[in-house]
């Protein structure tokens, strides 16, 4: 059974700062973030919901849309800022969003918020290759060394 998004009066009740966005916005965002969390779906278990609404609160974010100062500020372009001066605020961030451990997912903080859960997702066992072959079957010069 496909998995369907959160109605967008039920996004709206979690993250008001989305009140304004259009229906047709919102069907496409939630739908793309559906893309994403669909196949951990077993693994999110009762987080789905919460999951895909924060990745779609994500994505809206970064296409400008919403009344947070995220969303104003990547509507104007300055969503990837290391450092901006206006008037007399000036904000840096302390580290790369884009070189952190969750790449684009940093970007935001409702990205941020998703990521751990995504990641235990995908996370899985770590393989380096040692330059050593395990296993040779012992064999040297002309026989076994058992």
């Known amino acids: 059974m496909t998995y369907t998004p959160p109605s967008k009066a039920d996004f709206i009740a979690i993250f008001p700062a989305f009140a304004t966005v259009t229906d047709d916005a919102y069907a496409f965002w939630s739908a793309q973030a559906a893309l994403v969390t669909e196949p951990m779906e077993a693994c999110l278990g009762p987080q789905m919901d919460l999951a895909t609404m924060l990745a779609t609160a994500h994505y809206l974010t970064l296409a400008g849309i919403g ?34 451990d969750g790449g684009e997912w940093a970007a935001t903080s409702y990205g941020q918020r998703v990521w751990p859960m995504l990641k235990v997702c995908v996370a899985g066992p770590r393989v380096t290759g040692t330059g050593t072959i395990p296993c040779a079957g012992g064999f040297y010069r002309s026989g076994p060394i058992w």
Not at 74 to 87: D, E, N
């Open 67 to 100: 009344a947070g100062a995220e969303s104003e500020m990547a509507a104007q372009g300055a969503s990837g800022f290391r450092r901006i001066k206006s008037g007399t605020i000036e904000l840096e961030r302390a580290d790369d969003a884009s070189s952190s």
